[in-house]
């Protein structure tokens, strides 16, 4: 028989509930029969106390009770004068006569099968002068009153165990919905629907924070299934194009009758720049898709932003020459920050290469970058041609081209989104300001 957690559950709730129930009744028969001793032990001393006080002796030479009223009929009692003669008793038990017993003390004694409580005490009689009073009383009554609670038990204990496998099943049932109602998303999801959710009400306890967590596990995964359909679907569009290209130089390379080397050289000359756009965008789409995953560890150290600057300025002149963009630095070190130093050059090789691919012959950017109060500013700022308002808020997205600012095709459309991408990894934001045929300006707060 296969238990499932639903009937596991029930069984040791039973178990718990029985074991508990032997548990209560036990201690409550170890403890039932001693508080009864003890408490017959009170009363056949109050007892004691009432018959002393009703003695009285008769000029005849007779020792008599007096009062009788509030004398128990289960209390037996014998007087004796000091010599051990019998002046006065209501019980016919000889044992008792032989009996040593210390006066002032009670004990318990076991004859046959009766338990009985004895008490020895002196007292003095007016008239007649000091004598030794015994009481004993029968235990029985402890001993009933433990059968009876024992009888109790073994008729309360069958229900008790039928009302606490009810209760245990019903309680699990009860518990194990929320995993039911989880399981039963769990097989959705499975059949392709990532947008359903569990939507618990809010909960502090275990079930509640599991929910929580399912469904911010569902949403990344929702949010990561879409990505990578995006993702497929940009790369091959992207790729469609070059790829084209390529195959339309060579087939027409192959084909062409007495094609002339000037012929071949140009078509070879096509397919190496596709190819090594192609092989640009594919490093690339793996940089942003490590960074993705998160398995793109970062190396953080401090490094100084105004030197880096620098370094950068230096190194895109050359290129910005070409088309006699001034390159200007607005940095005063120090400039602290905490940061991948490949990561960060790569950022700023990407803005800048931008600059000056979007420039105009003739302008100029600025690389500056400030501190302020806690955060340092990085701004990179360009003349140039400018972004259209419509597309500024898509600037970011993979593959995204604007149709007048990115119409030349030497862009693959994942460069800013990598430099995004690396400006979250440092827990900084990026933003960019542009007036179209004026220019831009891409702001980068570190933390």
């Not at 201690?27 to 003890?38: D, E, G, K, M, Y």
């Not at 306890?205 to 990578?228: I, N, P, Q």
């Not at 997205?397 to 030349?408: K, Q």
């Not at 430099?419 to 990026?430: R, S």
Request: hydrophobic share 40%.
């Amino acid at each position: 028989m296969k238990f499932t957690i639903r009937k596991r559950m029930a069984l040791w709730y039973t178990v718990s509930i029985v074991l508990t129930l032997c548990a209560f009744f036990g201690f409550a028969v170890l403890s039932l029969t001693p508080a009864i001793i003890q408490n017959i032990r009170r009363l056949i001393e109050a007892q004691s106390t009432r018959i002393a006080s009703g003695l009285r002796y008769r000029d005849g030479g007779s020792l008599v009770l007096a009062e009788k009223r509030d004398i128990r009929n289960d209390v037996y009692y014998s007087v004796y004068d000091m010599k051990g003669t019998i002046l006065l008793e209501n019980h016919e038990l000889d044992w008792l006569d032989s009996l040593h017993n210390p006066a002032g003390e009670v004990q318990q004694l076991v004859r046959g099968e009766e338990s009985w409580i004895v008490l020895d005490r002196l007292d003095t009689v007016e008239g007649l002068g000091p004598v030794r009073l015994r009481l004993t009383m029968p235990v029985t009554s402890a001993k009933e009153a433990a059968m009876q609670l024992l009888r109790l038990f073994i008729l309360i204990l069958p229900l008790g165990g039928v009302i606490a496998i009810i209760s245990g099943l019903l309680s699990a049932k009860n518990s194990l919905a929320p995993v039911d109602r989880i399981t039963n998303t769990a097989r959705e999801i499975s059949r392709g629907d990532l947008s359903k959710r569990l939507n618990f009400p809010e909960s502090a306890d275990e079930v509640g924070r599991l929910a929580a967590t399912f469904d911010t596990m569902l949403a990344s995964l929702e949010e990561a299934f879409k990505r990578e359909q995006q993702f497929t679907s940009d790369v091959s569009h992207e790729l469609r194009t070059p790829l084209a290209v390529m195959l339309a130089h060579a087939d027409e390379a192959i084909h062409t009758h007495n094609a002339t080397r000037e012929q071949y050289r140009e078509a070879l000359d096509e397919i190496y720049a596709k190819a090594r756009d192609m092989q640009v965008m594919i490093s690339q789409m793996l940089t942003l898709a490590r960074m993705f995953e998160g398995s793109r560890s970062i190396e953080m150290t401090d490094l100084d932003l105004g030197e880096i600057l620098e370094d950068i300025a230096g190194e895109i002149r050359p290129k910005a020459d070409e088309r006699h963009i001034t390159i200007e630095v607005d940095a005063a070190p120090p400039l602290p920050i905490r940061g991948d130093l490949m990561l960060i050059t790569r950022l700023l090789i990407i803005l800048t290469d931008n600059a000056i691919q979007y420039g105009k012959d003739g302008g100029r950017i600025i690389l500056s970058a400030r501190r302020e109060k806690n955060r340092t500013i990085l701004t990179v700022e360009d003349n140039g041609q400018g972004i259209d308002e419509a597309d500024l808020p898509r600037i970011f997205d993979r593959f995204y081209r604007a149709d007048t600012a990115r119409s030349s095709g030497k862009n693959s459309g994942l460069g800013l989104t990598l430099a995004e991408q690396i400006v979250k990894l440092h827990g900084g934001t990026i933003g960019a300001e542009s007036t179209k045929s004026e220019g831009s300006i891409f702001r980068i707060v570190f933390l």
